[in-house]
């Protein structure tokens, strides 16, 4: 860390311990393929670092939202099995069908643009047959199955594409016990049973994402879709803590202070004076605001480990900075200010900022700002040199 220490602001990202928490994950789904979900840049942890980490770690399968990201992986190096799944008319389906990435059709006009993508690149589509079995977003309802399978094996049979895998989405994993899961796995198994009946022959059936993967066993089929449980972060408190999991959070965010001061009782501190200090006190500046990330909404109440003791946000977080009452004590400007990681040092943890802001941990992780530098750590040889172990 000497070359990053004088950044404004880093977040550190431990690969060692991404590529154990995906080993956990895949002790968790014995018998399952694991995909390691890197949408959203690695979920602000960085796409490409973290999907080679979680290959070499034995994840056969790489998952992203958009096509874009997709490609993006494939211009970086990383070969194998890619899916994407968040399409819109007129995307990059030609580019996508030539690069070999598995694409996702939960309707008929998505179908029909992976199949001129396919005409048009001269080499069948990689597709994958998404079924809304009850989450209500994406996917094909049960009623309109019949003519998505039926016209995909229309396509299949001329050479245009592969059907790869049958899929969906829960929406209520982690919330142990919600009905809601057994009744989606009811309707996907017969919208599996269905296609299986027409001819599809797929390669991987996969239903269960992060949550589905700890808890559900039944959820496992083929392949399991490990997203924010890749990272160390628990789906839900009501799962249990990252720890109770065996899951080690994998970024830790920290600044640089950059003023310490004297402030008189009563002073008002930022934006509307919405905290007063209570008495002679020493405030620290914190040089990261919501512009980086940092949720407004845990104004006054989000922790920060300043000096080896947790302080509070004091009053409003600002775009570019905000303020901590240090109540009197004096570290100097540089001093490391932790807002959150594993937790180790006593430092607050993304789920503590979660809580702070009313929002939930995927939230925290992923909206770290662009400006704030990635510091990867613990790569292993192969994957700084960008190659892939297999």
Not at 300 to 314: D, E, F, Q, W
Not at 377 to 384: A, G, I, M, S
């Given at each position: 860390?000497?070359?990053t220490?004088?950044?404004?602001?880093?977040?550190?990202?431990?690969?060692?311990?991404?590529?154990?928490?995906?080993?956990?994950?895949?002790?968790?789904?014995?018998?399952?393929?694991?995909?390691a979900?890197?949408?959203?840049?690695?979920?602000?942890?960085?796409?490409?670092?973290?999907?080679?980490?979680?290959?070499?770690?034995?994840?056969?399968?790489?998952?992203?939202?958009?096509?874009?990201?997709?490609?993006?992986?494939?211009?970086?190096?990383?070969?194998?099995?890619?899916?994407?799944?968040?399409?819109?008319?007129?995307?990059?389906?030609r580019?996508?069908?030539?690069?070999?990435?598995?694409?996702s059709?939960?309707?008929?006009?998505a179908?029909?643009?992976a199949?001129?993508?396919?005409?048009?690149?001269?080499r069948?589509?990689?597709?994958?047959?998404?079924?809304?079995?009850?989450?209500?977003?994406?996917?094909?309802?049960p009623a309109?199955?019949?003519e998505?399978?039926g016209a995909?094996?229309?396509a299949?049979?001329?050479?245009?594409?592969?059907?790869t895998?049958?899929?969906?989405?829960?929406?209520?994993a982690?919330?142990?016990?919600?009905?809601?899961?057994?009744?989606?796995?009811?309707?996907?198994?017969?919208?599996?049973?269905?296609?299986?009946?027409?001819?599809?022959e797929?390669?991987?059936?996969?239903?269960?994402?992060?949550?589905a993967?700890?808890?559900?066993?039944?959820?496992?089929?083929?392949l399991?879709?490990?997203?924010?449980?890749?990272?160390?972060?628990?789906?839900?408190?009501?799962?249990?803590?990252?720890?109770?999991?065996?899951?080690?959070p994998?970024?830790?965010?920290?600044?640089?202070?950059?003023?310490?001061?004297?402030a008189?009782a009563?002073?008002?501190?930022?934006?509307?004076?919405?905290?007063?200090?209570?008495?002679?006190?020493?405030?620290?500046?914190i040089?990261?605001?919501?512009?980086?990330?940092?949720?407004?909404?845990?104004?006054?109440?989000?922790?920060v480990?300043?000096?080896?003791?947790?302080?509070?946000?004091a009053g409003?977080?600002?775009?570019?900075?905000?303020?901590?009452?240090?109540?009197?004590?004096?570290?100097?400007?540089?001093?490391?200010?932790?807002?959150?990681?594993?937790?180790?040092?006593?430092?607050?943890?993304?789920?503590?900022?979660?809580?702070?802001?009313?929002t939930?941990?995927?939230e925290?992780?992923t909206?770290?700002?662009?400006?704030v530098?990635?510091v990867?750590?613990?790569?292993t040889?192969?994957?700084?040199?960008?190659?892939?172990?297999?």
């Amino acid at each position: 860390m000497n070359e990053t220490a004088s950044l404004r602001a880093r977040a550190e990202i431990d690969l060692a311990a991404l590529r154990a928490n995906v080993r956990v994950l895949r002790e968790r789904a014995a018998g399952a393929q694991l995909m390691a979900v890197v949408k959203s840049d690695g979920y602000g942890h960085g796409a490409v670092p973290c999907a080679r980490a979680a290959r070499a770690a034995g994840a056969t399968w790489l998952g992203t939202a958009t096509p874009h990201e997709a490609l993006a992986l494939r211009a970086a190096g990383l070969d194998g099995r890619i899916m994407c799944w968040l399409w819109t008319p007129g995307g990059p389906w030609r580019e996508a069908v030539e690069a070999g990435i598995d694409v996702s059709a939960g309707g008929m006009w998505a179908l029909r643009e992976a199949v001129a993508a396919a005409r048009s690149a001269g080499r069948p589509a990689r597709v994958q047959l998404k079924a809304d079995t009850g989450l209500g977003r994406g996917g094909c309802q049960p009623a309109d199955w019949p003519e998505l399978v039926g016209a995909a094996r229309d396509a299949e049979r001329a050479g245009h594409l592969r059907i790869t895998g049958l899929w969906s989405h829960f929406a209520c994993a982690d919330e142990p016990g919600h009905p809601s899961i057994a009744a989606q796995l009811d309707v996907y198994r017969d919208m599996v049973a269905y296609a299986e009946k027409e001819g599809v022959e797929p390669e991987v059936r996969h239903m269960a994402n992060s949550p589905a993967t700890l808890t559900i066993p039944e959820a496992h089929f083929d392949l399991v879709r490990t997203g924010i449980a890749m990272y160390g972060i628990s789906p839900a408190p009501e799962l249990g803590t990252s720890p109770e999991l065996g899951l080690r959070p994998v970024m830790t965010l920290s600044a640089s202070v950059a003023l310490v001061k004297d402030a008189p009782a009563g002073h008002g501190v930022s934006y509307g004076h919405h905290y007063t200090t209570p008495a002679d006190t020493t405030l620290g500046l914190i040089p990261v605001g919501y512009a980086d990330g940092v949720p407004r909404h845990a104004s006054g109440s989000g922790p920060v480990l300043v000096g080896g003791k947790v302080r509070t946000v004091a009053g409003r977080v600002a775009m570019d900075q905000f303020v901590v009452d240090l109540g009197g004590d004096r570290p100097e400007a540089g001093a490391e200010a932790v807002l959150f990681g594993p937790g180790d040092r006593g430092e607050p943890t993304a789920q503590d900022w979660a809580e702070a802001a009313g929002t939930i941990a995927y939230e925290i992780v992923t909206r770290i700002g662009a400006r704030v530098p990635r510091v990867h750590v613990n790569e292993t040889p192969d994957e700084t040199a960008g190659g892939v172990p297999r």
